[in-house]
């Protein structure tokens, strides 16, 4: 038999080690934003093969399943520095899929929300060639009263493309205020205004589109935007 003390030794070492698998197993289950990722692709890729063969729906949905299967294949060979790595993205097409299973008819509505999807997802996938799948846009917002002077302590808010007909759908704003104002924001389309930090009033809404042909330099890394809003 061991003495008293090896066997306390044996027994810490034993705990030690089923704490450190419980910890792993805990922490494997835990998926990252890679995984999150490729399994929102992959659940777009579900959603939109529900309208593949609707002849109302022909133009939009075939380049949008283009566009999740070239993204799909460049997720699974992407290797993130770090396990946040993607989030930006990961949440951008999460809303693409929440939009995605609102479509339950070919209506009018459904088949503009469509074409906005396509184009957004066409917008990422020309980023990301260039970029890299994870890579973010910056925006600089600057507001101005009449265009023309500087207002300062505004707070900026924007919406994707896709989603601005949607009363329902909530807007993002940035976490500093103007002026000027500094976002990381995934590649797309989307409408920017001002508001100030107190009462409803905005200012006029800019359309962006976050993507290569609105881009000043594509040699610049981190790719950046600088657009002007007016003030309320």
Request: hydrophobic share 40%; proline share 6%; charged share 25%.
């Amino acid at each position: 038999m061991l003495p008293d003390t090896a066997r306390f030794a044996a027994v810490c070492v034993a705990a030690c080690t089923l704490s450190f698998a419980y910890q792993d197993g805990t922490k494997q289950a835990v998926p990252n934003e890679k995984q999150l990722v490729i399994q929102t692709l992959e659940d777009i890729r579900t959603r939109l093969s529900f309208h593949r063969f609707d002849r109302r729906f022909t133009i939009a949905v075939p380049k949008a399943l283009d566009h999740i299967v070239w993204l799909r294949a460049e997720a699974i060979a992407w290797r993130p520095a770090t396990e946040q790595e993607g989030r930006g993205l990961r949440q951008s097409l999460q809303l693409i899929l929440a939009a995605l299973e609102t479509v339950k008819a070919p209506t009018p509505k459904a088949l503009a929300l469509m074409t906005e999807i396509e184009s957004d997802l066409a917008i990422k996938v020309q980023f990301c060639r260039t970029f890299g799948l994870s890579a973010p846009a910056i925006v600089v917002a600057t507001t101005k009263q009449g265009g023309l002077e500087e207002v300062k302590g505004l707070e900026v808010w924007y919406i994707e493309k896709f989603l601005a007909s949607d009363a329902k759908a909530q807007a993002h704003r940035f976490s500093s205020f103007s002026s000027p104002a500094t976002e990381t924001v995934a590649p797309g389309r989307y409408v920017f205004w001002s508001k100030g930090p107190s009462g409803p009033k905005a200012g006029e809404k800019l359309e962006q589109c976050l993507c290569l042909s609105s881009l000043p330099d594509t040699s610049r890394r981190p790719p950046t935007f600088k657009i002007d809003l007016l003030a309320p």
